[in-house]
């Protein structure tokens, strides 16, 4: 079992910056590849950016350059570093955690709110 529990978004104009954090606790959590994924109203959830346990990083195309992950393995915390942020950024914000080999142990935070408007 996993938990995770997010932090830092909010509400920033276009061409600003925000970090949001997720820190992972239970008894897999520094086994799995950890992510955020975001999903806007009405439409499906999509990847942002994952970071496996020996740091690959996999990030979507619209999100490369400005956006960046990263992990701290001993507070057990991933950060997403938004840089340059658009009004198309809006969206809620979710941390995921999954185990590299069985798929079906995959967790979800509760989601954090990112609003890029003027």
């Known amino acids: 079992q996993v938990q995770l529990v997010e932090s830092g978004g909010g509400l920033v104009q276009p061409g600003g910056s925000l970090r949001l954090s997720c820190t992972a606790s239970g008894s897999i959590s520094s086994i799995c590849t950890m992510g955020w994924y975001r999903q806007a109203p009405g439409t499906q959830r999509e990847l942002v950016a994952t970071?496996?346990?020996?740091?690959?990083?996999n990030s979507a195309d619209s999100v490369k350059g400005r956006f960046t992950i990263s992990k701290d393995n001993a507070k057990k915390t991933v950060y997403l570093q938004m840089n340059s942020l658009k009004r198309e950024d809006t969206a809620v914000y979710y941390c995921?955690?999954?185990?590299?080999?069985?798929?079906?142990?995959?967790?979800w935070g509760q989601g954090t709110q990112v609003t890029v408007s003027s």
């Open positions: 970071i496996t346990t020996d740091g690959t990083i």
């Open positions: 995921n955690a999954v185990h590299p080999i069985i798929k079906a142990l995959n967790y």
